[in-house]
């Protein structure tokens, strides 16, 4: 037949395509110990294992493990999962884990963190009421960064809203742009719930940006920890930025699945989690020389 192509002609015929290896930057992909609520700080340790995260992200909570770094590395130990980052226990359901002192909670996160060979630890805006620890707390980071080479990453957080008034909540505010950190977090939860767009919040940060909590939202007042690709915010494009920009932090998927019907479920969603991390940090030669990321993953 006129111009049918034989397999002996197709094999004969000269490639058209250049292969390419993709690369894939140093960062490492962990899991946080809250991605499992309402299951244990040692379940996480599990499903990380199982499932070939890097590592993990203790959040120090009521559950006593959390609490505890010897019982950490043990279970760091007996799954072979490292602990890449401690979160000190600066939420509001933890204001008395580790007393009530919030220097003395990041001492002692410090000194949990060193213990368990964790770069990082992540830390929240004083709330607006905590006058005292407010006024010294940038420059409180500062001294204490250098006494450690463990980063203190304050996080990016978002306004409170009651009947559609926003409440100032933390100070010096709740954009860590606002004041001179050393070193952030960026939550792309947060900057659902805040309006921010994440890409530019990166850009901004340049190199103080240190750490990423990775999680997806639909813009609602809630800080819903949706799966990344189930909400509004660009999270490939963000990763694939950081790709770009050889980032070297760790990236941690902190969602929420805390209405997963099984184990099965909860780890089906921190599976589709990893792999969806892994995806979009992977760039290839020419995009890393060009700057450019594919079509369906660039910033706008």
């Avoid at 111009?3 to 894939?24: E, F, I, M, W």
């Avoid at 963190?113 to 770069?119: C, M």
């Avoid at 932090?249 to 929420?256: A, I, K, L, P, Y």
Wanted: charged residues 25%.
């Amino acid at each position: 037949m006129a111009g049918r192509v034989t397999p002996d002609k197709l094999a004969d015929k000269p490639s058209d395509r250049t292969p390419v290896v993709v690369r894939v930057p140093d960062a490492k992909i962990a899991l946080s110990t809250a991605s499992v609520y309402p299951e244990s700080t040692a379940a996480a340790f599990e499903i990380a294992g199982r499932l070939g995260y890097d590592g993990v992200e203790v959040m120090v909570m009521t559950d006593a493990v959390s609490q505890d770094p010897d019982a950490l590395k043990r279970l760091s130990d007996h799954y072979g999962i490292p602990i890449l980052a401690v979160h000190a226990p600066c939420l509001l359901v933890t204001q008395r884990v580790w007393g009530t002192d919030p220097w003395g909670k990041l001492v002692r996160a410090r000194k949990a963190a060193e213990t368990l060979g964790a770069s990082t630890v992540v830390v929240h805006p004083p709330f607006r009421w905590q006058r005292e620890y407010a006024r010294d707390f940038v420059l409180g980071l500062h001294r204490m960064g250098e006494e450690t080479d463990v980063k203190f990453a304050v996080e990016n957080m978002y306004p409170w809203r009651a009947r559609s008034r926003e409440v100032a909540a933390y100070a010096p505010g709740w954009d860590v742009r606002m004041a001179d950190y050393p070193h952030t977090t960026l939550d792309l939860s947060h900057t659902a719930v805040s309006g921010s767009d994440p890409g530019r919040v990166a850009e901004d940060l340049g190199e103080r940006l240190a750490h990423i909590h990775l999680a997806d939202g639909s813009g609602s007042a809630r800080d819903e920890h949706l799966i990344p690709g189930r909400g509004n915010q660009p999270a490939g494009q963000l990763l694939a930025l950081l790709a770009r920009r050889k980032f070297a932090g760790t990236v941690v998927v902190e969602v929420s699945t805390r209405k997963a019907s099984s184990r099965a479920e909860r780890e089906a969603d921190l599976a589709e989690a990893l792999a969806f991390a892994r995806l979009h940090m992977a760039v290839s030669p020419t995009e890393r020389r060009s700057g450019r990321v594919r079509p369906d993953s660039s910033l706008q």
